[in-house]
Nanobody, 123 residues
Framework: HVQLVESGGGSVQAGGSLRLSCAAS????????MGWFRQAPGKERDWVAT???????YYGDSVKGRFAISRDNAKNTVYLQTNSLKPEDTGMYYC??????????????????WGQGTQVTVS
């Protein structure tokens, strides 16, 4: 069993930055696929970024060039650095994980594990 706990959300002005963290515990492996999703009020959950556990990262078109996903395996933590934030980036940000062989699920929105979310508000 894997537990994911997000932190780092908050309220910022447009153009600002936040660094979100996702601390993983339990049966997490260093090669697990990790990712971030977000959900704005009244909208579906959208994929933001994925780290496949073996050095490759992927990003949604709306965040390319502004957001960066990274991980510290020693701390079992995944980060999402969000820069040049826009009001449309507002939403609940969720961490997600799955085994590396199921990394596609972390992009498609059906990962095995989810965190509880951290709120980001951009005004």
């Amino acid at each position: 069993h894997v537990q994911l706990v997000e932190s780092g959300g908050g309220s910022v002005q447009a153009g600002g930055s936040l660094r979100l963290s996702c601390a993983a515990s339990g049966s997490i492996q260093r090669t697990n696929c990790m990712g971030w999703f977000r959900q704005a009020p009244g909208k579906e959950r959208d994929w933001v970024a994925t780290d496949n556990g073996v050095g490759t990262t992927y990003y949604g078109d709306s965040v390319k060039g502004r957001f960066a996903i990274s991980r510290d395996n020693a701390k079992n933590t995944v980060y999402l650095q969000t820069n040049s934030l826009k009001p449309e980036d507002t939403g609940m940000y969720y961490c997600a994980a799955d085994v590396r062989s199921s990394c596609r699920k972390v992009v498609e929105g059906t990962p095995h594990w989810w965190g509880q979310g951290t709120q980001v508000t951009v005004s």
